[in-house]
């Protein structure tokens, strides 16, 4: 109905009285009533007695993602405001969410994650795409249409301090969207809250207290208990740690992976660094000005990227087994800033702050090739760090030259759109041929 960006008038009813205040920083410790104050907290992703997130390959999509898009108008100033150019906060970006499971979406402030988790849960109308879930294409539905799917689909958001409304009582923000939806007769909501507010680990008789009396990790509880209130079949959390201590960023993210198996929960888990997400999600997609330029499983990604954006940003993770075994990543600085969505560079987004980038890049914009069972990128010249190819991957597939100008055999027949999941069989971009891996 709109692209206007100013539509938190369609905010999901768990929304309600968010963003009231400033909170402020007084947070007053309740006494700690933590369900891991035990656990020895070193980084958010290594804590004892919490393994990391398997993935399971065979588990059924509970969300597909395709192709999606969300352009904001910028207007003009002045009396009669016209539309003059656009944000491509998210242009085309296609994955999967598998039930139960989590995939991390990283990349740096701006790049379209925020947006990302807000067209999922329908704050925002998207300017294009899909994004099945449960055989309805969230995209197409209207508000009405959306009310049922709400409960399903639920947001756990970034700032403890102005995500929820001071003026309430933790009883009452958590109870709201029961009240609202109407699954719970009245009087059982307060027992169903105190239920909530045990899970996530704080004092049920707490539910008369407001916001400020809690602290950071224990506002974010709030937040989690709220979110899962509808019993969700998938969650976005956006940056759900990013505002807490390191201390308690572990804590946070260990109740979220126990409340994802208890109840079944897939996630799609923003962050904006790599450390943050390794935990937690088996499968990583990385963001770029709107794009993704890489998606794999954890072993792949971690291990071996292939994107130079990918590269730059691990190296700024530090990684206790790489320094166990002698190994030493040495730090890619990326140059300049992140450029503008309204005007992104042309080809290649990432090619202003490339140290690869030749003329290719500037003209032709990189296909998300699938290089592996599970892992795409895009990249002209994708390739290990330090190995990168000195001609382009791409250009036999793309049918340009090495310099991107069109050749006259033309583009290969290969399809190279990449839809939201995995194929069986996938481009080697060391052997420039299709294959299933099954040789060898
Ligand atoms: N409501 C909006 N109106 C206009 N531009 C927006 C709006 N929300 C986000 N943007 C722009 O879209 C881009 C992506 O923003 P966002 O999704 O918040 O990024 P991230 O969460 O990765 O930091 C940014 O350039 C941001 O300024
Ligand atoms: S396509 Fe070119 S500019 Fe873009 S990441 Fe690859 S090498 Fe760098
Ligand atoms: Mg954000």
Known sequence: MTQDPNVEAQVAPTEVGANAAEAGDRAVMTEPHDAYSD??????????????????????????????????????????????????AVDGISFQVPKGGSLGLVGESGCGKSTTGRLITRLYQPTGGSMMFEGQDLAKLSNREMKPLRR???????????????????????GAPLAVHGVVPKNKILSRVQELLEVVGLNPEHYNRYPNEFSGGQRQRIGIARALTLNPKLLVADEPVSALDVSIQAQVINLLQDLQKEFDIAFLFIAHDLAVVRHFCPEVAVMYLGKIVEIADRETLYSKPYHPYTQALLSAVPDVKQAAIGGRRERIRLEGDVPSPINPPSGCRFRTRCSLAQEICAKVEPPLLQIGPRHKVACHFAGE???????PVTAGLLGVDDHGSPTSSGPAATPLTSGPGYEKEWFDVKSRQMTSGAAG
């Open 39 to 88: 656990h020895e907290v070193i980084t958010p992703h290594a804590v004892d007695g919490h393994v990391a997130s398997r993935l399971d390959p065979d588990a059924p999509a509970v969300l597909e993602v395709e192709d999606l898009k969300m352009y904001f108008p910028v207007k003009s100033s002045g009396l009669v405001r016209r539309t003059i150019g656009h944000v491509q």
């Open 385 to 391: 760090l330090g190995q990168h190819p000195v001609a």
């Open 152 to 174: 399903d689909v639920q947001m756990i958001f970034q700032d403890p301090y102005t995500s929820l409304n001071p003026r309430h009582t933790v009883g009452a923000i958590v």
